[in-house]
Protein backbone atom coordinates (compact mmCIF):
# COMPACT_ATOMS: atom_id res chain seq x y z
CA UNK A 1 0.00 0.00 0.00
CA UNK A 2 1.97 2.83 -1.49
CA UNK A 3 -0.72 5.57 -1.34
CA UNK A 4 -1.45 7.87 1.62
CA UNK A 5 -5.08 6.31 2.99
CA UNK A 6 -7.52 9.34 4.59
CA UNK A 7 -9.01 8.85 7.48
CA UNK A 8 -12.12 7.68 6.28
CA UNK A 9 -10.66 4.96 4.52
CA UNK A 10 -8.75 4.35 7.49
CA UNK A 11 -12.08 4.14 9.75
CA UNK A 12 -13.44 1.91 7.09
CA UNK A 13 -10.78 -0.65 7.44
CA UNK A 14 -11.04 -0.44 11.63
CA UNK A 15 -14.48 -1.36 10.73
CA UNK A 16 -13.10 -4.33 8.38
CA UNK A 17 -10.68 -5.05 11.03
CA UNK A 18 -13.41 -5.64 14.23
CA UNK A 19 -15.46 -7.54 11.84
CA UNK A 20 -12.99 -10.35 10.97
CA UNK A 21 -12.20 -10.33 14.39
CA UNK A 22 -15.94 -11.01 15.59
CA UNK A 23 -15.65 -14.36 12.87
CA UNK A 24 -11.86 -15.32 14.72
CA UNK A 25 -13.76 -15.04 17.80
CA UNK A 26 -16.45 -16.89 16.62
CA UNK A 27 -14.18 -19.55 15.63
CA UNK A 28 -11.71 -19.79 18.53
CA UNK A 29 -15.89 -20.30 20.61
CA UNK A 30 -16.43 -22.91 17.82
CA UNK A 31 -12.73 -24.42 18.58
CA UNK A 32 -13.25 -23.85 22.46
CA UNK A 33 -16.02 -26.65 22.74
CA UNK A 34 -13.68 -29.39 22.10
CA UNK A 35 -10.40 -30.18 24.53
CA UNK A 36 -7.94 -28.27 22.63
CA UNK A 37 -5.97 -26.41 25.05
CA UNK A 38 -5.75 -22.71 24.59
CA UNK A 39 -2.08 -22.18 23.50
CA UNK A 40 -3.17 -24.94 20.65
CA UNK A 41 -5.91 -22.86 19.98
CA UNK A 42 -3.68 -19.62 19.32
CA UNK A 43 -0.61 -20.95 18.01
CA UNK A 44 -3.09 -22.23 15.36
CA UNK A 45 -4.04 -18.05 14.77
CA UNK A 46 -0.29 -17.42 14.53
CA UNK A 47 1.37 -20.03 12.31
CA UNK A 48 -1.69 -19.61 9.46
CA UNK A 49 -0.77 -15.76 10.03
CA UNK A 50 3.09 -16.41 9.24
CA UNK A 51 2.64 -18.88 6.71
CA UNK A 52 0.04 -16.37 4.62
CA UNK A 53 2.32 -13.21 5.50
CA UNK A 54 5.38 -15.37 3.93
CA UNK A 55 4.11 -16.37 1.05
CA UNK A 56 1.86 -13.10 0.34
CA UNK A 57 5.83 -11.29 1.07
CA UNK A 58 7.32 -13.72 -1.33
CA UNK A 59 4.85 -13.58 -3.97
CA UNK A 60 5.34 -9.86 -4.14
CA UNK A 61 9.15 -9.80 -3.80
CA UNK A 62 8.86 -7.43 -0.49
CA UNK A 63 10.22 -10.08 2.26
CA UNK A 64 11.47 -6.58 3.87
CA UNK A 65 7.96 -5.69 4.60
CA UNK A 66 8.15 -8.46 7.50
CA UNK A 67 11.60 -7.39 9.03
CA UNK A 68 11.36 -5.25 12.17
CA UNK A 69 13.44 -2.43 12.51
CA UNK A 70 12.88 -1.98 16.38
CA UNK A 71 13.68 -5.94 17.61
CA UNK A 72 13.40 -4.68 20.98
CA UNK A 73 10.09 -2.97 20.86
CA UNK A 74 8.21 -5.71 18.55
CA UNK A 75 8.74 -8.32 21.25
CA UNK A 76 7.34 -5.88 23.92
CA UNK A 77 4.36 -5.55 21.85
CA UNK A 78 3.75 -8.96 20.74
CA UNK A 79 3.85 -10.40 24.12
CA UNK A 80 1.10 -7.90 24.65
CA UNK A 81 -0.35 -9.50 22.08
CA UNK A 82 0.02 -13.12 23.06
CA UNK A 83 -1.36 -12.33 26.52
CA UNK A 84 -4.57 -10.76 25.03
CA UNK A 85 -4.61 -13.87 22.35
CA UNK A 86 -4.29 -16.23 25.32
CA UNK A 87 -6.97 -14.78 27.44
CA UNK A 88 -9.42 -14.31 24.57
CA UNK A 89 -9.67 -18.23 24.09
CA UNK A 90 -9.85 -18.59 28.33
CA UNK A 91 -12.62 -15.81 28.36
CA UNK A 92 -14.86 -17.00 25.23
CA UNK A 93 -15.09 -20.57 27.28
CA UNK A 94 -16.37 -19.28 29.91
CA UNK A 95 -18.76 -16.21 28.33
CA UNK A 96 -21.47 -15.90 25.97
CA UNK A 97 -20.03 -13.63 23.08
CA UNK A 98 -22.38 -10.72 23.43
CA UNK A 99 -21.43 -10.43 27.22
CA UNK A 100 -17.67 -11.61 26.39
CA UNK A 101 -17.92 -7.67 23.48
CA UNK A 102 -19.98 -6.00 26.53
CA UNK A 103 -17.34 -6.19 28.74
CA UNK A 104 -14.03 -5.55 26.46
CA UNK A 105 -16.07 -2.48 25.34
CA UNK A 106 -13.65 -0.95 28.29
CA UNK A 107 -10.76 -1.07 26.13
CA UNK A 108 -11.28 2.14 24.10
CA UNK A 109 -11.52 3.86 27.34
CA UNK A 110 -8.36 2.46 28.41
CA UNK A 111 -7.10 3.11 25.44
CA UNK A 112 -8.08 7.11 25.76
CA UNK A 113 -6.76 6.74 29.20
CA UNK A 114 -3.25 5.68 28.06
CA UNK A 115 -2.88 8.02 25.14
CA UNK A 116 -3.42 10.75 27.64
CA UNK A 117 -0.65 9.08 30.15
CA UNK A 118 1.73 8.32 27.42
CA UNK A 119 1.36 10.78 24.32
CA UNK A 120 0.74 13.78 27.21
CA UNK A 121 -3.28 14.43 27.36
CA UNK A 122 -4.51 16.13 30.11
CA UNK A 123 -7.22 14.00 32.05
CA UNK A 124 -10.12 16.05 32.37
CA UNK A 125 -13.38 15.54 34.53
CA UNK A 126 -14.96 14.31 31.09
CA UNK A 127 -12.44 11.47 31.06
CA UNK A 128 -12.99 11.00 34.28
CA UNK A 129 -16.87 10.89 34.51
CA UNK A 130 -16.75 8.49 31.02
CA UNK A 131 -14.22 5.87 33.38
CA UNK A 132 -16.89 6.17 36.15
CA UNK A 133 -19.67 5.64 33.62
CA UNK A 134 -18.00 2.59 32.16
CA UNK A 135 -17.33 0.59 35.58
CA UNK A 136 -20.59 1.23 35.95
CA UNK A 137 -21.97 0.08 32.72
CA UNK A 138 -20.08 -3.37 33.23
CA UNK A 139 -21.39 -3.78 36.96
CA UNK A 140 -24.90 -3.57 35.30
CA UNK A 141 -24.01 -5.59 32.68
CA UNK A 142 -22.52 -8.67 34.73
CA UNK A 143 -25.12 -7.97 36.93
CA UNK A 144 -23.11 -9.94 40.08
CA UNK A 145 -25.86 -10.11 42.29
CA UNK A 146 -28.58 -11.44 40.19
CA UNK A 147 -29.20 -15.67 40.16
CA UNK A 148 -29.45 -15.32 36.51
CA UNK A 149 -25.82 -13.87 35.58
CA UNK A 150 -24.15 -15.33 32.66
CA UNK A 151 -20.66 -16.47 32.67
CA UNK A 152 -18.44 -16.54 35.65
CA UNK A 153 -15.57 -15.14 37.05
CA UNK A 154 -13.19 -17.20 35.31
CA UNK A 155 -14.36 -15.68 31.86
CA UNK A 156 -14.37 -11.69 33.58
CA UNK A 157 -10.97 -12.22 34.95
CA UNK A 158 -9.47 -13.20 31.52
CA UNK A 159 -11.73 -9.99 29.91
CA UNK A 160 -9.63 -7.86 32.26
CA UNK A 161 -6.80 -8.83 31.68
CA UNK A 162 -7.90 -8.48 27.31
CA UNK A 163 -8.49 -4.95 27.90
CA UNK A 164 -5.24 -4.27 29.51
CA UNK A 165 -3.03 -5.78 27.08
CA UNK A 166 -5.53 -4.64 24.19
CA UNK A 167 -5.35 -1.27 25.06
CA UNK A 168 -1.83 -1.12 25.35
CA UNK A 169 -1.25 -2.87 22.54
CA UNK A 170 -3.29 -0.46 21.23
CA UNK A 171 -1.12 2.72 21.97
CA UNK A 172 1.73 1.27 21.46
CA UNK A 173 1.06 0.16 18.27
CA UNK A 174 -0.26 3.75 17.58
CA UNK A 175 3.57 4.66 18.06
CA UNK A 176 5.15 1.50 16.27
CA UNK A 177 3.31 2.33 13.20
CA UNK A 178 4.93 5.28 12.30
CA UNK A 179 7.94 3.61 11.53
CA UNK A 180 6.73 -0.04 11.17
CA UNK A 181 5.02 -1.58 8.33
CA UNK A 182 1.77 -3.50 9.34
CA UNK A 183 2.68 -6.32 8.11
CA UNK A 184 6.04 -6.84 9.89
CA UNK A 185 3.47 -6.01 13.23
CA UNK A 186 1.51 -8.58 12.35
CA UNK A 187 4.24 -11.23 11.89
CA UNK A 188 6.21 -10.65 14.82
CA UNK A 189 2.13 -11.61 16.93
CA UNK A 190 1.89 -14.55 14.14
CA UNK A 191 5.54 -15.13 15.34
CA UNK A 192 5.06 -14.83 19.10
CA UNK A 193 1.71 -16.84 19.07
CA UNK A 194 4.02 -20.00 17.08
CA UNK A 195 6.96 -20.23 18.99
CA UNK A 196 4.95 -20.23 22.47
CA UNK A 197 2.26 -22.39 21.26
CA UNK A 198 5.17 -25.56 19.60
CA UNK A 199 7.00 -25.14 22.96
CA UNK A 200 3.80 -26.09 25.26
CA UNK A 201 2.76 -28.43 22.26
CA UNK A 202 5.92 -30.04 23.51
CA UNK A 203 4.41 -30.63 26.59
CA UNK A 204 0.98 -31.72 25.32
CA UNK A 205 -1.23 -31.81 22.44
CA UNK A 206 -4.51 -32.57 21.38
CA UNK A 207 -5.20 -34.80 17.99
CA UNK A 208 -6.98 -32.84 15.53
CA UNK A 209 -9.74 -33.94 13.33
CA UNK A 210 -10.67 -32.32 10.07
CA UNK A 211 -13.43 -30.11 11.46
CA UNK A 212 -11.07 -29.05 14.11
CA UNK A 213 -8.50 -28.47 11.52
CA UNK A 214 -10.91 -26.37 9.00
CA UNK A 215 -11.90 -24.42 12.69
CA UNK A 216 -8.62 -23.53 13.49
CA UNK A 217 -7.77 -22.42 9.60
CA UNK A 218 -10.71 -19.68 9.64
CA UNK A 219 -8.69 -18.68 13.44
CA UNK A 220 -5.82 -17.94 11.62
CA UNK A 221 -7.61 -16.58 8.34
CA UNK A 222 -9.79 -13.96 10.24
CA UNK A 223 -7.27 -13.23 12.88
CA UNK A 224 -4.62 -12.44 10.04
CA UNK A 225 -6.71 -10.27 8.03
CA UNK A 226 -8.41 -8.21 11.13
CA UNK A 227 -4.65 -7.41 12.60
CA UNK A 228 -3.46 -6.46 8.87
CA UNK A 229 -7.01 -3.81 8.94
CA UNK A 230 -6.11 -2.98 12.47
CA UNK A 231 -2.49 -1.52 11.97
CA UNK A 232 -3.53 -0.21 8.62
CA UNK A 233 -6.22 1.99 10.28
CA UNK A 234 -3.76 2.65 12.90
CA UNK A 235 -1.15 4.11 10.73
CA UNK A 236 -3.48 6.28 8.99
CA UNK A 237 -5.47 8.10 12.16
CA UNK A 238 -5.22 8.15 16.13
CA UNK A 239 -5.74 5.09 18.32
CA UNK A 240 -8.94 7.23 19.67
CA UNK A 241 -10.58 6.79 16.52
CA UNK A 242 -10.13 3.56 15.71
CA UNK A 243 -10.94 1.90 19.13
CA UNK A 244 -14.28 3.87 19.11
CA UNK A 245 -15.18 1.60 15.99
CA UNK A 246 -14.68 -1.25 18.49
CA UNK A 247 -18.17 -0.77 19.60
CA UNK A 248 -19.25 -1.85 15.99
CA UNK A 249 -18.70 -5.48 17.61
CA UNK A 250 -21.47 -5.73 19.78
CA UNK A 251 -24.08 -5.06 16.80
CA UNK A 252 -21.87 -8.12 14.58
CA UNK A 253 -21.39 -10.06 17.28
CA UNK A 254 -25.03 -10.32 18.83
CA UNK A 255 -26.11 -11.17 14.91
CA UNK A 256 -23.68 -14.16 14.87
CA UNK A 257 -24.55 -15.42 18.53
CA UNK A 258 -27.75 -15.54 17.20
CA UNK A 259 -27.82 -17.26 14.18
CA UNK A 260 -25.01 -19.75 15.95
CA UNK A 261 -26.63 -19.96 19.00
CA UNK A 262 -30.00 -18.03 19.15
CA UNK A 263 -29.19 -16.40 22.24
CA UNK A 264 -30.49 -12.92 23.06
CA UNK A 265 -28.81 -10.20 25.49
CA UNK A 266 -30.14 -10.31 28.63
CA UNK A 267 -31.70 -6.60 29.81
CA UNK A 268 -29.06 -6.12 32.51
CA UNK A 269 -26.72 -6.71 29.44
CA UNK A 270 -28.04 -4.69 26.92
CA UNK A 271 -28.60 -1.93 29.80
CA UNK A 272 -24.61 -2.06 30.86
CA UNK A 273 -23.70 -1.85 27.13
CA UNK A 274 -25.64 1.39 26.69
CA UNK A 275 -24.25 2.84 29.45
CA UNK A 276 -20.06 1.64 28.30
CA UNK A 277 -20.98 2.95 24.77
CA UNK A 278 -21.86 6.36 26.11
CA UNK A 279 -19.06 6.37 28.64
CA UNK A 280 -17.09 5.51 25.44
CA UNK A 281 -18.82 8.20 23.37
CA UNK A 282 -18.07 10.97 26.22
CA UNK A 283 -14.58 10.12 26.33
CA UNK A 284 -13.94 10.70 22.47
CA UNK A 285 -15.66 13.87 22.70
CA UNK A 286 -13.16 14.80 25.33
CA UNK A 287 -10.38 13.83 23.47
CA UNK A 288 -11.54 15.92 20.37
CA UNK A 289 -11.45 18.76 22.41
CA UNK A 290 -8.25 18.85 23.17
CA UNK A 291 -4.50 18.83 21.39
CA UNK A 292 -4.09 16.12 19.11
CA UNK A 293 -1.82 12.89 20.42
CA UNK A 294 1.55 13.28 19.32
CA UNK A 295 2.75 9.72 19.04
CA UNK A 296 5.98 10.15 16.99
CA UNK A 297 6.94 12.63 20.42
CA UNK A 298 6.40 9.66 22.92
CA UNK A 299 8.04 7.34 19.66
CA UNK A 300 11.35 9.45 20.03
CA UNK A 301 13.99 7.85 17.35
Known sequence: ?????????????????????????????????????????????????????????????????????????????????????????????????????????????????????????????????????????????????????????????????????FSANMVWSRVLTQTETPESLTFSSGMMLTVFGSLMLLWHAEPLTMRLTATLLAVGIFYTLGTMCFFFALKHTSAVHVSQCHYTQLVTGAIVTYILWRETPTVFMIGGAVLIVAAGLLMAVAMGQKHHSNPEFFAGD
Open 1 to 165: MTRRVSHWEAIGLALAGFAFWVFTDTSIKLAGNSRLPVYEISMSMGLVSVVALFLRATVQRNLQALRPRNIKAHAVRSCLDLANNLCVVVALRHLPLTLFYILVFLAPMVTALLSAVFLRERLSWQKIAAVLLGFAGVVVAVNPFGAARQGDWIGYAACMVCVAC
